[in-house]
């Protein structure tokens, strides 16, 4: 298995090739539904589901970046038996997490669909948690309060006083638009990318730095090159040879550009339009 690289084939057969044990955090997006058939290739699910519990680590992480298809009036609920079959295989649902955008408008009778959901699949209890810190609502402000506690037959209540953080845990709703600012200019030549932002925070939240991270639907190219940027080691994998090659050159573009820096896992995260959502990471 070579690290730093993006492989052309399918990720049902080239996982194959791959030591047990070997990813430390996967974060994809794979085709579903009416794009299942992604550039006249087939996409194998249950296989590559398989094969990502063999691979990743005992304490990693898989981010699985998923949306459901409206199809004659009902969606389809894929999202659903995926997340049900990486049960199946071994893996635990960490957390069920919600990618909210601004989509495209519809025209049906239901609200507008503004997400996607993100599972977060582990292989036992995830090893890393570096969590995303926001700002809190309502900082500094004093609290008193108090808690019991049993010393035996004996109840005593203890009083204690504190003041909020400036900072807390994000929740498990992230927000990122969909815009001309999302990525770079390669990734506007796929047809369905997520942002930069996205793959950067899980990065940060479920890896550290030295760690291997895999997209074994990579298309463009964005979890390797944030990867990369966040000094973690990619490996990318896309059945579109066409794809490949706008990965790999994106990629090689970033070589060109990096300056030589001291990146680590505290590297300043990509950050939000909207102030209230500025994003700082933390390791515990």
């Known amino acids: ?58 304490g990693g992480v898989v981010v699985w970046v998923v949306g459901d298809a409206t199809v004659k009036g009902s969606e389809t609920g894929t999202s659903f038996r995926q997340a049900l079959f990486f049960k199946e295989c071994g893996f635990n649902l960490h957390d069920t997490m919600i990618y909210k955008t601004n989509k495209p408008p519809m025209n049906a009778r239901r609200y507008q669909s503004e997400f996607e959901y993100m599972f977060i699949l582990s292989k036992g209890t995830p090893s890393k948690f570096n969590p995303i810190l926001v700002p809190s609502l309502h900082p500094n402000v004093r609290h008193t309060g108090g808690h019991r506690t049993k ?53 940060l939240s479920w890896s550290n730095a030295g760690d291997t ?42 070589e060109r550009d990096l300056t030589p820096l001291a990146l680590d896992g505290a590297t300043a995260p990509i950050t939000s339009d909207d102030e209230s959502l500025t994003r700082a990471a933390a390791d515990v």
Not at 154 to 167: I, Y
Not at 221 to 228: D, N, R, V, W
Request: charged share 25%; aromatic share 10%; glycine share 6%.
């Open 1 to 58: 298995m070579k690290l730093d690289t993006i492989i052309t084939g399918d990720s049902a057969v080239v996982l194959q090739d791959f030591e047990p044990d070997c990813i430390d955090l996967t974060v994809t997006s794979p085709p579903y539904d009416n794009l299942r058939t992604y550039n006249g290739f087939v996409f194998d699910f249950e296989t590559i589901a398989k094969q990502l519990f063999r691979v990743t680590k005992v």
């Open 151 to 203: 010393d035996g037959k004996k109840t005593t209540h203890e009083r204690k006083q504190d003041r909020t953080a400036e900072l807390k845990v994000s929740g498990n709703i992230w927000y990122f638009p969909r815009s001309s600012k999302s990525g770079d200019e390669f990734s506007r030549e796929h047809p369905a990318t997520f942002p930069e932002a996205l793959a950067n925070d899980h990065i």
């Open 213 to 254: 991270v895999l997209d074994c639907c990579c298309g463009s190219g964005t979890t390797p090159k944030m990867a990369k940027l966040l000094n973690r080691h990619y490996i990318g994998i896309d059945i579109s040879a066409e794809y490949v090659a706008l990965a790999s050159e994106r990629l090689a573009q970033l």
